[in-house]
């Protein structure tokens, strides 16, 4: 079983600064994918970025990096030059490519970015 | 566009008033689930399906039945729903694998 851990408590962010979310997770599979998920106050999930466990490069996607540490089973994610409409609860998750393929969450982070 | 759909986006009904929420993608993705978001306790998955006719359960299937009859439907039921059934919910669906998995908006359901 996949487990993912977000320990983070809520943060504010001052706009046009970096933020790191942390991400640790816990599995025996050898195969998977790390994902960031975004979620604003109106509900929808948004996917942010994706990292495969064989990927040696880090994940970038404009903003958006995933620094992914393999040995420590980390998978932070960056966020370079915060906006307002980056407010929103983040999550990280794990999907194993082996048995049912869920998608399995942690808990999530809140982010505020303040002007 | 690329797109999963849910429907009713919002709802509140009754206990025990039979109901189902509807999903659909036209994204021809194998993979397809239905997901539960409850505060504290995260997005927990309730079933799944990996093609058309093979569903199976997740975390948290009880009180719910869901079939695949198509591959682009999977509609979630609730035969006899629950206050404690009241939740967000999402379904899902991706490419079996690696691929990150696609959302619907939600569904907001209130069972009183």
């Known amino acids: 079983a996949q487990k993912i851990t977000q320990t983070q408590p809520g943060m504010f962010v001052q706009e046009k600064e970096a933020v790191t979310l942390d991400c640790t997770y816990d599995?025996?599979?050898?195969?998977?994918?790390l994902f960031w998920y975004k979620q604003p106050s109106s509900g929808e999930m948004i996917f942010l970025i994706y990292?495969?466990?064989?990927?040696?490069q880090n994940a970038t996607e404009g903003r958006y990096s995933l620094n992914f540490q393999k040995a420590r089973k980390s998978a932070n994610l960056v966020i370079s030059a915060s906006q307002l409409g980056d407010s929103a609860m983040y999550f990280c998750?794990?999907?194993?490519?082996?048995?049912?393929?869920?998608?399995?969450f942690g808990k999530g982070n809140q982010v505020v970015v303040i002007p | 566009e690329a797109q999963v759909t849910q429907n009713p986006r919002y709802l509140i009904t009754v206990t025990g008033k039979k109901l189902t929420v509807t999903c659909s993608q036209n994204?021809?993705?194998?993979?397809m689930s239905w997901y539960r978001q409850d505060p504290g306790l995260g997005l927990r998955q309730i079933y799944y399906?990996?093609?058309?006719?093979?569903?199976d359960k997740g975390d948290v299937p009880e009180g719910y039945k869901v079939s695949r009859k198509e591959k682009r439907n999977f509609p979630l039921i609730l035969e006899s729903p629950s206050p404690n059934q009241t939740s967000l919910y999402f379904c899902?669906?991706?490419?079996?694998?690696?691929?990150?998995?696609?959302f619907g908006d939600g569904t907001r359901l209130s069972i009183l």
């Open positions: 998750a794990m999907r194993a490519y082996y048995g049912n393929n869920r998608l399995a």
């Open positions: 599995t025996s599979d050898q195969s998977y994918g």
């Open positions: 990292q495969g466990s064989y990927d040696e």
């Open positions: 399906s990996m093609n058309v006719e093979a569903t």
């Open positions: 899902a669906s991706s490419y079996w694998g690696y691929q990150p998995q696609h």
């Open positions: 994204m021809n993705h194998e993979y």
